[in-house]
């Protein structure tokens, strides 16, 4: 997608991106500079790489922070904050909850305070499972969700459904500019192409280009909303351009449903390879479905996702055999 028509508005602009090295962060960092805004990347490379970066290291208008956002003292103000630092992977974030909730907390507290002293614009970009096992498909973004707030995934869920409330507290009794992006699953060149702690998509294609089994968590019935990183960071940019989303909440996502089984098959198809798929035990609080609906974006933004699943896995694997 062509945001060139962007640069008026990011020219200039001093811009934080926190969890900017890792896979959507360091996309959108690349986005930013391309558009003349001078970005301030602040991670901790708990999740993120310095590799995803480190192109961008000399462009002049990139200044890399090796910190944690929930003990870091900014000491400066910001035209635009992007809040992004997070662990992302299922069991990479249940292996560390408490981490994820600070990041989510008082990490979030700290730029919004930042943000309303500065008068700045803050981009929380919360998650999709913050509807838990939506009863609605497609789900809008009034559906209020279902989670377990105890369950071994909680920590993740209801530290992005605290940061959503603690975001619309600033915007209602601060005035303090805020705008959350709800995130499905985005894919693409940059994903961790660590096995162990892997998201679906970069475990099936590690998996199928080492022809090993494809691990399946149940009966791979369960769908999800795969959306190829440049689309997700074209909604980012919008968002930050368009002053109609000043306190509102948008899906961004793929509306096109996929089971988990059917990627399994595509992957193993454009890879070649001869891996079988294996179903192992279901996660837990794992969410049937998942499928937004994008009225709402495409109303307020003009946005919706332009590449195809296929597509965007032949761009993902092509990058992964490079890895491996």
């Known amino acids: 997608m062509d945001l060139s028509s962007f640069k008026g508005f990011f020219g200039g602009h001093r811009i934080l991106v926190t969890g900017g090295a890792g896979f959507i962060g360091s996309w959108l960092c690349d986005a930013l500079v391309e558009l003349g805004a001078k970005v301030v990347c602040l991670d901790n490379l708990s999740s993120g790489r310095v590799d995803n970066i480190k192109h961008l290291l000399n462009s002049g208008r990139f200044e890399f922070v090796n910190a944690d956002v929930s003990s870091w003292c900014a000491g400066e103000g910001f035209d635009v904050i992007v809040h992004g630092a997070s662990i992302p992977s299922p069991e990479d974030y249940m292996s560390r909850p408490v981490e994820t909730l600070l990041s989510n907390s008082i990490g979030l507290l700290k730029l919004l305070e930042n943000a309303r002293e500065n008068g700045s614009i803050l981009l929380y970009m919360s998650t999709s499972e913050v509807y838990g096992d939506a009863a609605i498909i497609p789900t809008p973004e009034t559906y209020y969700g279902y989670v377990n707030p105890i369950g071994l ?22 005035n303090v500019d805020v705008r959350i992006a709800r995130i499905f699953n985005s894919y693409g060149p940059r994903l961790d192409v660590n096995a162990r702690y892997a998201r679906v998509v970069p475990r099936f294609i590690l998996q199928a280009l080492r022809n090993e089994p494809i691990t399946v968590h149940g009966d791979g019935r369960q769908t999800r909303s795969f959306t190829y990183i440049t689309d997700t960071v074209a909604a980012l940019v919008m968002m930050l351009a368009k002053d109609t989303v000043r306190g509102e909440v948008l899906n961004v996502g793929n509306p096109k449903e996929t089971s988990i089984l059917e990627l399994a098959e595509k992957i193993i198809k454009l890879t070649g390879s001869s891996s079988k798929i294996v179903f ?22 003009g946005w919706e996702p332009k590449v195809q699943l296929e597509e965007g896995l032949k761009y993902t694997i092509e990058w992964f055999r490079k890895c491996v």
């Open 153 to 174: 995934r909680s920590c993740y869920d209801e530290s992005k459904r605290f940061g959503e409330a603690l975001c619309m507290a600033y915007f209602r009794q601060y």
């Open 280 to 301: 192992t035990e279901p996660r837990p609080d794992d969410p049937r479905r998942r499928c937004p609906d994008i009225r709402r974006a495409k109303e307020l933004i």
